[in-house]
């Protein structure tokens, strides 16, 4: 098996993002950690709260001038 190049993961995500099969999460380590107790309090599996999951491309525009951390998330459908 061939090692993905750089090149090739920077394709895929693209893919990704236009597709919108992807976002750009910018929540903080302590936000996360947050929920995580929160969720333990209420005995429930911990999860992401999807908060920036709808931000407009002018919210991720400000926040990736600003160089704000971020991470990808996956857009995973839920249900109940």
């Known amino acids: 098996m061939l090692p993905i190049s750089q090149v090739s993961i920077t394709f895929f995500l693209f893919s990704l993002f236009q597709s919108g099969h992807c976002y750009r999460c910018f929540c903080s380590q302590k936000r996360l ?3 995580r ?3 333990a309090r209420r005995n429930e599996v911990p ?3 999807n908060k920036c999951r709808n931000l407009t491309q002018e919210e991720v525009h400000e926040k990736m001038t600003q160089n704000i951390p971020h991470v990808i998330r996956f857009k995973v459908l839920y249900t109940s």
């Open 47 to 49: 999860r992401y709260d």
């Open 33 to 35: 950690e947050l929920l």
């Open 37 to 39: 107790k929160e969720a």
